[in-house]
């Protein structure tokens, strides 16, 4: 892909964007920086632009950008059907997106997972298992560092000789899958998927088909990998062309797949390697939550095709505590347990959570609706939830999904849901912040308000 000397607009200043801009920089092209958003509403994203060298074109008059360009990148936050858009591909103008940028620069095999939920628990295992063996990988993409740092770095080094990475590790996500064309990783897996961003997506069938893109440019010398759990994803099967592998928690849904790893009583066993293999028992595993361990199936299933042993694969797994925001234990006090899952934005990731935790929950949830269909919830929060707290926009909603259910009380804040957790649960008991919603009601994003739940948890007086 040569952009040398091309007029090349990036649409959406996040991380993203920015990374974007630097690296098209440095391929030689000409580029100019677009967001809706005033200059000083990104006063911080601007400060790590070299203006002098990128062109920023923000605010109302930010499209005019595009009118005049060759090619555009636009960030996963974009809604790819934006009419400037539409525009500009009547015009002929390609639109690509920062993670198709990004591949087309990354000299390493790249390992991708999508799904809807998982995914950041999922790639940080693959890292630590990739580094734990004595190989190199970027883990980034839609989690952390932006997919094009990894290009950029791989740039600015292929002149020295030696690549940085052994592997790309991408956490994706279905807005970055809209707009992919050569995007080939090497392994690709579908975790999950579950109703999500349906304030997106016009159907089901429209976001599945984003989450199925991940398998359009594979070949018969890849690996994909589907939860063979999920009707869903099994189904996804039929849009690939590389080698079919599986992983499954209850080891019932395996026919048909010869290599996979799954669930055998309490330990997890594979094939992927031709032989059948122990990984290890649920109880070596510091992560708590059914649904962790398919994610940690689907990672070793990742680690043992690039060549990680057995033993490197157990030792991260005694070890890693999981992830922040996501079922992270932040305190035990007086007996009882508070946990921060503040990244559960969505009902199927509350599911989980309450599937997860054996204990008497006091459930604290709610934000910016999503779309979701909290009616689903009902069942498991009879079932386990002594008590529901609900904050922000979407309080009455949930409340009245719960039907009859009498144990609802609201909170004005966060503060205030902790507060009355702290004073109802007993000892034993788990008061859980799983919001099933968005954090933009009340909060900058998801790790602000799982930061300021435990800024508040640890300031309950002992």
């Known amino acids: ?63 005019s950008a595009l009118d005049r360009a060759d090619l555009i990148v636009i960030s996963p936050g974009v809604p790819t059907r934006l009419d400037v858009l539409d525009r500009a591909r009547a015009r002929g103008v390609p639109v690509i997106g920062e993670l198709e940028l990004a591949s087309r620069f990354l000299t390493a095999p790249i390992l991708a997972v999508t799904g809807t939920n998982g995914k950041s628990t999922t790639v940080t295992l693959i890292g630590k298992f990739l580094q734990e063996a004595g190989k190199r990988a970027f883990v980034g993409g839609n989690l952390g560092i932006a997919a094009t740092q990894a290009a950029l770095n791989c740039l600015e080094t292929k002149l020295g000789g030696a690549a940085p990475y052994d592997y790309a590790v991408l956490e994706v996500s279905s807005f970055q899958l809209e707009t992919i064309v050569q995007f080939h990783p090497w392994i690709a897996a579908v975790l999950n998927v579950t109703l999500d ?38 189904e996804l099967r039929a849009c690939t062309k590389a080698t079919v592998l599986g992983f499954s928690r209850t080891g019932a849904s395996l026919s048909g797949v010869s290599k996979a790893t799954f669930l055998d009583g309490d330990r997890i066993v594979t094939t992927v390697r031709g032989q059948r293999e122990e990984i290890c028992r649920r109880s070596d595993m510091r992560l708590i939550g059914l649904h962790n361990v398919e994610n940690v199936m689907a990672a070793v299933t990742y680690g043992l095709l690039c060549g990680c042993s057995i033993e490197s694969i157990r030792t991260v797994l005694r070890a890693f505590p999981g992830l922040e925001h996501a079922l992270e234990v932040v305190r035990e006090r007086r007996g009882i347990r508070f946990v921060n899952d503040s990244k559960g934005t969505n009902v199927d990731a509350v599911l989980k959570a309450l599937e997860g935790i054996e204990q008497p929950i006091w459930l604290i949830a709610g934000g910016r609706d999503k779309g979701g269909d909290f009616a689903r919830l009902r069942g498991l929060i009879r079932e386990r939830v002594k008590g529901l707290i609900l904050i922000g926009e979407a309080a009455g909603r949930i409340q009245a999904a719960m039907g009859d259910f009498d144990r609802c009380r609201p909170a004005a804040t966060l503060r205030e849901a902790v507060e009355l957790a702290a004073r109802e649960a007993q000892p034993g008991e788990v008061v859980l912040l799983s919001p099933a919603c968005a954090s933009f009601d009340m909060f900058a994003d998801y790790q602000d308000r799982g930061r300021q739940f435990k800024a508040l948890v640890h300031g309950l007086p002992a």
Do not use: P
């Not at 690296?23 to 006063?43: C, F, I, P, Y």
């Open 1 to 63: 892909m040569n952009v040398k000397d091309l007029q090349v607009a990036v649409v959406g200043l996040a991380r993203s964007g920015v990374g974007a801009a630097k690296l098209l920089h440095q391929l030689g092209a000409r580029v100019t920086v677009a967001d809706r958003k005033k200059s000083q509403e990104l006063t911080a994203v601007l400060s790590q632009l070299d203006q002098t060298k990128i062109a920023v074109n923000v605010g109302a008059q930010y499209a």
């Open 197 to 234: 961003h349906m304030d997106r997506y016009a159907s089901e069938k429209e976001y599945v088909a984003a989450k199925a893109n991940i398998f359009s440019n594979q070949t018969a010398g890849d690996y994909s990998l589907f939860n063979l759990d999920d009707a869903r994803v099994t």
